[in-house]
Nanobody
Framework: VQLQASGGGLVQTGGSLRLSCVAS????????WAWFRQAPGKEREFVAA???????YYGDSVKGRFTISSANAENTVYLQMNSLKPEDTAVYYC???????????????????WGQGTLVTVSS
C-alpha cells in the first residue's frame, strides 16, 4: 500500500490550499483516513480524520477552517484548508488505517500506512 500526498505550497495568511492523498495497492472502502502535521521541532499532531467513510473529526486548532473529505471511488482523501495562519506551517502527512478505532483516531499509532508528506508554508 502506498499513499501519495500532494498540494502543498506557499500561501499568504488568510489564503487557502487543498491537499490530496491518493492510495494505491489495496482496498480502501473501510479505511479510516487522516491528516497529521509536523512543524519544525514539534511532535506530529492530529489534524483531521474520516472514520471509516463516515463522521469527520478535527483537531481543535483547525476546527471550522479545515475540511476533510474522501472520494472512495478514486481512493483519494482531501484536506481543504481555508483561513490559513502562519502557525499552520508544517509538513502534512496523510494516513490510512484498516483497524482504527475511536480511541486511536487521533493517535499516530492508529494508522497503518503513511504518505511521504507535503510542505505547507503560510507567510505572515
Amino acid at each position: 500500500v502506498q499513499l501519495q500526498a500532494s498540494g502543498g505550497g506557499l500561501v499568504q495568511t488568510g489564503g487557502s490550499l487543498r491537499l490530496s492523498c491518493v492510495a494505491s495497492g489495496g482496498t480502501f472502502s473501510r479505511q479510516t483516513w487522516a491528516w497529521f502535521r509536523q512543524a519544525p521541532g514539534k511532535e506530529r499532531e492530529f489534524v483531521a480524520a474520516i472514520f471509516r467513510g463516515g463522521i469527520s473529526y478535527y483537531g481543535d486548532s483547525v476546527k471550522g477552517r479545515f475540511t476533510i473529505s474522501s472520494a472512495n471511488a478514486e481512493n483519494t482523501v482531501y484536506l481543504q484548508m481555508n483561513s490559513l495562519k502562519p502557525e499552520d506551517t508544517a509538513v502534512y502527512y496523510c494516513a490510512a488505517g484498516s483497524g482504527t478505532i475511536m480511541s486511536t483516531l487521533r493517535q499516530k499509532a492508529g494508522y497503518d500506512y503513511w504518505g511521504q508528506g507535503t510542505l505547507v508554508t503560510v507567510s505572515s
